[in-house]
């Protein structure tokens, strides 16, 4: 299966308990993190540019923890900057499983392969590499030639331990879909259990001659969607159909909520108007309807998971979209 049985029936239950509540602003996914030191410098990475005046600072254990409680997600993805500088990260991630959350750990790789004898497999665990292409590419973007590598070693050694092992990619303007098949076919073959594609955003503060505009996602993700020949996608079907222009989808901002040392970002996960000390306050004093790529010029162009994933999963309404999700779930093939 794409996910466990258990965070399936987790999810759908968080689902239908808040559609019962008529509650159409909750969270499916929180974005913690916990920190913004990195040990790279990628094209295209905002964070390091957004909060320079914040890399020297954490969060708790314990802050971690009330963020998820807050937010009350069924999954937590603790992205960064670079989790496994976190001095904690070993608690973090032990105290969001222990309090029943399914947690994604991201990682650029770097520390990975000596990070995994520090940790145990668990259910609730999925450890994420993000890698954008084959070597030259990868190294190209991350501007270091010894990641692609030390990531790679990371990733054959957690799947030997029996850890859950998935990949992160995102696709620009120049990326090469052939070699993102080939290069999914590679890490399939190193024991990746799933991956995530997802077209790169316009930060406010990066150059924007990498990323791709709206007609070029459709015509790049119409062409990968065709070509998986079985490589499971842990994305949904709807969603990727709405990367291919076959669907029609509202940005659910909300969805996805974002904690860190600034506070609660508002309104997205990409684009910051300001931070708020709660997740109520995210929820009930940002003016959700002033946003959307239809409303904001910033998100023209923006198809990026975290904003319309969850809007996928709301568009499931027919007997066929259920059949659609169902062969993705438990056979992680394209329908």
């Not at 750990?105 to 954008?132: A, M, Q, W």
């Not at 909520?257 to 600034?262: E, L, R």
């Not at 996960?269 to 300001?274: K, S, V």
Request: net charge positive.
């Amino acid at each position: 299966m794409i996910y466990s049985f258990n965070l399936a029936s987790k999810l759908t239950k968080h689902i239908i308990v808040n559609n019962f509540k008529n509650n159409d602003k909750f969270a499916y996914v929180l974005m913690l993190e916990p920190l913004f030191k990195c040990n790279l410098s990628c094209s295209g990475c905002g964070r390091i540019i957004e909060y320079k005046n914040y890399m020297s600072e954490m969060l708790s254990v314990e802050q971690c923890l009330d963020a998820a409680l807050q937010a009350k997600a069924p999954v937590v993805s603790i992205t960064g900057g670079e989790p496994l500088l976190h001095p904690q990260i070993k608690e973090i991630i032990s105290v969001l499983i222990k309090n029943k959350f399914f947690v994604y750990l991201c990682t650029n790789g770097l520390k990975l392969y000596e990070f995994i004898d520090e940790i145990k497999p668990d259910k609730r665990l999925s450890i994420v590499v993000h890698l954008d292409g084959l070597e030259g590419t990868h190294s190209m973007i991350t501007r270091n030639n010894l990641v692609f590598k030390k990531a790679l070693d990371g990733i054959k050694k957690a799947a030997k331990l029996n850890f859950t092992v998935r990949t992160n990619t995102t696709i620009y303007k120049d990326t090469d879909i052939n070699e993102i098949l080939s290069f999914f076919k590679m890490v399939t073959n190193y024991g990746v259990h799933s991956i995530m594609v997802s077209p790169g955003f316009y930060y406010e503060r990066v150059e924007n001659n990498i990323f791709l505009e709206k007609e070029e996602v459709n015509k790049t993700f119409y062409k990968l969607y065709n070509s998986l020949n079985g490589v499971k996608i842990y994305n949904t079907p709807f969603y990727w159909e709405f990367l291919s222009g076959n669907r029609n989808l509202k940005c659910t901002p909300w969805a996805n909520p974002t904690f860190n040392v600034a506070g609660w970002k508002s309104p997205c996960y990409l684009i910051t108007d300001t931070h708020f000390p709660t997740y109520k306050d995210l929820i009930t004093q940002t003016n959700w309807d002033n946003y959307g790529p239809d409303k904001d010029l910033r998100c023209k162009n923006c198809m990026v998971h975290c904003g319309f994933e969850a809007s996928a999963i709301k568009s499931i309404k027919s007997l066929k979209d259920i059949y659609k999700v169902l062969k993705w779930s438990f056979l992680g093939k394209k329908p």
